[in-house]
């Protein structure tokens, strides 16, 4: 099945930002929380980018679980932002220790070489040029940081899309299962994004299948080899 681009990448819409919000992401959560515990098994500690955090929902996680750890989390949407926010303002101890920033991919405003955690969940098929996700990590890891990506693979067929939306987005708002399904018609291939790490030199990093709808690419980056 073809690729097709998603019909705007910016989720900056209310209507749209407040359902994502209010859904329950918990499992796909989960998955990539437990995928960075797997990456670093002596801790969480340092200073995390998350691209592309939509709600906030990662970041309060790991924060509340890890006392070390400091996150900047970017996201291009404004109306998401507001949802993180509001999230913060109800973790008051953790505000000190989250940066949430509005940017746009690529952004000169990001610090280089400044991170020990390079995250991302499912932001690059959300973006109109992958290789702004690829050339923002070697921008802002520092020698030999951990990266975790992980996004929704596509289906090899329409089929196969109406199988997952039924599967995992039955009862959910309208809104979200067209944005969903629009979602793994956007997304990438394991093999597409194997061809992305390549062209970009990401000889450290191994994309692999997750689950039955997610790939992740895993590693740790020397952005000096």
Same mark, same amino acid.
Do not use: K, W
């Given at each position: 099945m073809q690729r097709t681009p998603e019909p705007e990448e910016l989720m900056d819409d209310a209507e749209q930002a407040a359902a994502y919000a209010s859904a329950n992401f918990s499992e796909a959560n989960n998955l990539f929380i437990h995928l960075l515990h797997q990456l670093r098994p002596g801790g969480l500690n340092g200073r995390a980018l998350d691209l592309g955090c939509?709600? +906030?929902?990662?970041? &309060? *996680? &790991?924060?509340?679980? /890890? =006392? +070390? %750890?400091?996150?900047? *989390?970017? @996201?291009?949407?404004?109306?998401? &932002?507001q949802h993180a926010r509001r999230q913060v303002q109800d973790n008051p101890d953790l505000a000190q220790r989250l940066q949430l920033r509005c940017e746009l991919l690529p952004s000169v405003d990001l610090p280089q070489a400044r991170y020990d955690m390079l995250l991302s969940n499912s932001l690059l098929h959300h973006l109109a040029e992958p290789h702004d996700l690829w050339l923002t990590l070697k921008h802002c890891a520092r @020698?030999?940081?951990?990266?975790? #990506?992980?996004?929704? *693979?596509? =289906?090899?067929? =329409?089929? *196969? #899309? !109406?199988?997952?939306?039924?599967?995992?987005?039955?009862?959910? =708002?309208? #809104? %979200?299962?067209? @944005?969903?399904?629009?979602? %793994? /018609?956007?997304?990438?291939? #394991?093999?597409?994004? $194997?061809? $992305? %790490? !390549?062209s970009q030199g990401f000889a450290e990093l191994e994309v692999s299948m997750v689950s039955d709808r997610h790939w992740a690419v895993r590693g740790s980056y020397n952005p000096h080899h």
């Open positions: 939509g709600p +906030g929902d990662i970041p &309060l *996680a &790991l924060l509340r679980e /890890h =006392p +070390g %750890l400091e996150i900047d *989390a970017v @996201d291009g949407a404004e109306a998401m &932002l @020698d030999n940081a951990s990266v975790l #990506v992980m996004d929704l *693979a596509r =289906p090899a067929s =329409p089929l *196969a #899309v !109406d199988t997952l939306v039924e599967t995992y987005a039955m009862n959910e =708002p309208e #809104v %979200l299962r067209e @944005d969903f399904r629009n979602s %793994l /018609h956007a997304a990438y291939t #394991v093999e597409e994004v $194997q061809a $992305q %790490l !390549d």
